[in-house]
């Protein structure tokens, strides 16, 4: 096989959440297959970029952005491809789950309207107006590739009796609503802008992470690996693959695909 395929030397990826469980992760795969990578968050991962630029031998800029406020997207990317060169590669990674576990951990009949707006904004709505500002650069450049991480609850709902006596950094944890919607809206976005864009050479697709281990406790993570043909929750390390496939020539005919990493759950 020719391992060029997958090589992304020469190519500047943003990666958005990438302070995050995954973010970290992705952005040392990215680097690590030769791309330049800009990270960005909330706050700017410095010490990240700092760390993967010395470990990798490629060149990382960590950059701050409330995605809430698309009117920063446009400078954002021009301030990213004054340093690094023309963006390549977008990985819409970023979600969040507000500010206050507990308040997202509500039951759905006493969910908050404005964590669902905040939390809508962020997991669907910036991932439209990011990649507003980037296609049509892309599209007139005559190819990219964007990436938008979804999840396994965009396309199944979640079993609620695997949340009986689960917890999450110690709080009685279920899978709410504006998760399951938010999701399944990435889902919906990266069809519509696959086609949008496709004639143009740039590739849209949705990466879905099945349930990733974390700070789960282990009642959870026994009840979930039993719904898994796998019969294991994911590491981050298990959507590396998918991610450099997505992001190279490897998936040069690949578009509007969902490509779900989740040990075989949505198979049942």
């Known amino acids: 096989m020719n391992d060029r395929l997958f090589s992304l030397e020469g190519r500047t990826a943003l990666l958005?959440?990438?302070?995050?469980?995954?973010g970290g992760v992705f952005a040392q795969a990215l680097a690590e297959a030769g791309a330049?990578?800009?990270?960005?968050?909330?706050?700017?991962?410095?010490?990240?970029?700092?760390?993967?630029?010395?470990?990798?031998?490629?060149?990382?800029?960590?950059?701050?952005?409330?995605?809430?406020?698309?009117?920063?997207?446009?400078?954002?990317?021009?301030?990213?491809?004054r340093d690094l060169g023309p963006v390549d590669i977008l990985h819409n990674n970023a979600a969040t789950k507000g500010a206050?576990?507990?308040?997202?951990?509500?039951?759905?009949?006493?969910?908050?309207?404005?964590l669902w707006r905040e939390i809508m904004s962020v997991n669907l709505d910036a991932m439209f107006f990011l990649a507003r500002v980037v296609g049509p650069r892309m599209a007139a450049r005559g190819g990219g590739?964007?990436?938008?991480?979804?999840?396994?609850?965009?396309?199944?709902?979640?079993?609620?009796?695997?949340?009986?006596?689960?917890?999450?950094?110690?709080?009685?944890?279920?899978?709410?609503?504006?998760?399951?919607?938010?999701?399944?809206?990435v889902v919906g976005l990266t069809r519509h802008l696959a086609s949008l864009w496709g004639a143009k050479g740039v590739r849209v697709n949705c990466l879905v992470p099945g349930g990733v281990r974390a700070a789960q406790n282990d009642v959870f993570e026994t009840?979930?690996?039993?719904?898994?043909?796998?019969?294991?929750?994911?590491?981050?390390e298990d959507l590396v693959g998918a991610l450099i496939f997505l992001a190279s020539n490897a998936s040069a005919y690949v578009t509007g695909q969902v490509l779900a990493v989740d040990g075989g759950l949505t198979a049942w």
């Open 36 to 81: 330049q990578v800009a990270l960005v968050d909330l706050a700017a991962p410095t010490d990240l970029a700092s760390r993967l630029s010395d470990e990798t031998g490629s060149k990382l800029r960590a950059y701050a952005c409330d995605l809430r406020d698309a009117s920063l997207f446009e400078n954002l990317v021009d301030q990213i491809e």
């Open 100 to 114: 206050d576990l507990a308040k997202f951990f509500v039951p759905d009949e006493d969910f908050d309207v404005a």
């Open 16 to 22: 958005t959440g990438a302070a995050g469980l995954l």
């Open 145 to 185: 590739s964007i990436i938008q991480t979804g999840s396994i609850y965009g396309l199944i709902a979640p079993d609620q009796r695997i949340y009986e006596g689960s917890s999450y950094h110690g709080l009685q944890i279920s899978s709410p609503a504006i998760y399951s919607a938010s999701k399944a809206g």
């Open 223 to 236: 009840s979930y690996s039993r719904r898994v043909p796998l019969g294991r929750m994911a590491t981050p």
